[in-house]
């Protein structure tokens, strides 16, 4: 299955070029979401157009000439699995000694997904020592060979080279795809302390350094999620996770919100401002100007934001206490989450730009389950299987 998955499928310039219109359906029809990237020759063979109204965006043809001013990045990242077919002689050879001068080699460069080459060529091409060292070298960069097949050549001729049959193809790409729970699930995750200028050089912020956040992000990407990290702090560099840098709580909640819309799970796990500066002073205070009075004002509530969407996704917050966790079960039952999980930063070990953390689950009948203190990252295993378990109760599958 590829339900869920990014796949980028690279035409190059063959006469099988046609059947990648069909690999494109097929690998649709299989819950794949598909871009296509082709070389200049293969659009000789196969109309862009065709593709375009196939898969329901432009392909990549020109590397300069794109919408995106970095195709072949964006591409290598957004994959979840890389495929070329037809891949050409000329192409097989490009990539096999990386040479990015095209969208398709660039492409092929530019990412860390699983890579399936599918070349069909004459036979002649196709057993040349070129070729075949060059599929040799493929291969050993870990990129998977689909074998054509013998049969009708172009040109009336017959005899190996054929391109391999596009449910094979498709086939091959789910084989190459690691598997894991969270496969085609959309995560939305919020990290670090947000920042509220007094002026333009000082800010009121709070403690958080987004680890765990961070955390969180990466354990949902192993398990196969597809993350949108919305952060006021570092974040993380995973092929699945698409770090969103914000600075303000606003600047938080107008991603977060647009975000949430195609998110499954939300997990708040930004420290928000809850207040801001009402008049931000454009350029400096003057340390001989005395000291300010500094108005606040309410800032955008970010959870409460998702909780009042009418489809809104599994909700899971976070609150920072400093002692008893009376106002966390407050909370839980109050903001509308599926689970909070409260933490007391004072907690030696626990909170703040720590790398252990020590929590406690409060679901919003009341119920509080508190665990030991432990790694982070453990916290964000053991959270994700609580999700898990709790999404699985309420009826969703994966
Ligand atoms: C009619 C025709 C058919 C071709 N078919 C193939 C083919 O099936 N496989 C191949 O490797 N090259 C084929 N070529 C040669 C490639 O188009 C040529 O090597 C081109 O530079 C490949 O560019 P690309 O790899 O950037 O797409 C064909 C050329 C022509 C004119």
């Given at each position: 299955m590829l339900a869920g998955r990014r796949v980028v499928l690279g035409v190059t310039g063959g006469v099988a070029a046609y059947k990648a219109a069909y690999l494109a359906r097929r690998l649709m029809e299989r819950g794949a979401a598909v871009r296509v990237v082709m070389t200049e020759s293969a659009t000789e063979f196969l109309g862009p157009h065709t593709l375009a109204a196939i898969t329901g965006t432009r392909p990549v043809v020109d590397l300069f000439d794109a919408d995106d001013v970095s195709p072949h990045t964006t591409l290598g990242r957004w994959a979840?699995?890389?495929?070329?077919?037809?891949?050409?002689?000329?192409?097989?050879?490009?990539?096999?000694?990386?040479?990015?001068?095209?969208?398709?080699?660039?492409?092929?460069?530019?990412?860390?997904?699983?890579?399936?080459?599918?070349?069909?060529?004459?036979?002649e091409m196709w057993q040349h020592p070129a070729t075949v060292a060059n599929v040799e070298k493929l291969e050993s960069f870990g990129?998977?060979?689909?074998?054509?097949?013998?049969?009708?050549?172009?040109?009336?001729?017959?005899?190996?080279?054929?391109?391999?049959?596009?449910?094979?193809?498709?086939?091959?790409?789910?084989?190459?795809?690691?598997?894991?729970?969270?496969?085609?699930?959309?995560?939305?995750?919020?990290?670090?302390?947000t920042r509220e200028p007094i002026d333009h050089v000082r800010y009121l912020g709070n403690h958080s350094s987004g680890k765990m956040g961070n955390a969180i992000a990466a354990e949902a990407a192993r398990r196969g999620a597809h993350v949108t990290l919305i952060t006021a702090g570092p974040g993380i560099d995973h092929p699945r996770v698409t770090v969103v840098p914000v600075e303000t709580a606003a600047d938080m909640a107008e991603a977060a919100w647009s975000a949430a819309v195609d998110a499954d799970v939300a997990v708040m796990a930004a420290a928000v401002a809850d207040f801001r500066p009402a008049n931000a002073v454009d350029g400096k205070l003057r340390r001989s100007d005395g000291p300010p009075t500094i108005d606040l004002e309410p800032t955008p509530d970010v959870l409460a934001g998702i909780a009042e969407m009418e489809d809104r996704p599994f909700l899971v917050g976070f609150a920072a206490e400093t002692g008893a966790l009376d106002e966390a079960i407050a909370k839980a039952r109050r903001k509308g989450v599926d689970l909070l999980v409260a933490?007391?930063?004072?907690?030696?070990?626990?909170?703040?730009?720590?790398?252990?953390?020590?929590?406690?689950?409060?679901?919003?009948?009341?119920?509080?389950?508190?665990?030991?203190?432990?790694?982070?990252?453990?916290?964000?295993?053991?959270?994700?299987?609580?999700i898990a378990e709790l999404r699985k109760r309420e009826g969703t599958s994966n």
């Open positions: 979840d699995a890389v495929v070329i077919a037809p891949a050409t002689a000329a192409t097989l050879a490009r990539i096999a000694n990386g040479l990015a001068e095209d969208a398709v080699s660039a492409t092929v460069l530019a990412t860390t997904a699983p890579v399936v080459i599918a070349p069909a060529m004459h036979t990129y998977h060979i689909v074998q054509p097949e013998s049969g009708a050549l172009a040109a009336g001729d017959v005899g190996i080279g054929r391109l391999a049959d596009p449910d094979l193809i498709a086939g091959a790409v789910a084989g190459v795809l690691p598997g894991g729970p969270l496969i085609g699930v959309e995560v939305l995750i919020t990290a670090g302390g933490n007391d930063v004072t907690a030696p070990g626990s909170g703040f730009g720590t790398e252990t953390n020590q929590v406690t689950v409060v679901l919003p009948d009341g119920s509080t389950d508190p665990w030991s203190l432990m790694p982070k990252s453990e916290v964000a295993e053991r959270l994700w299987d609580r």
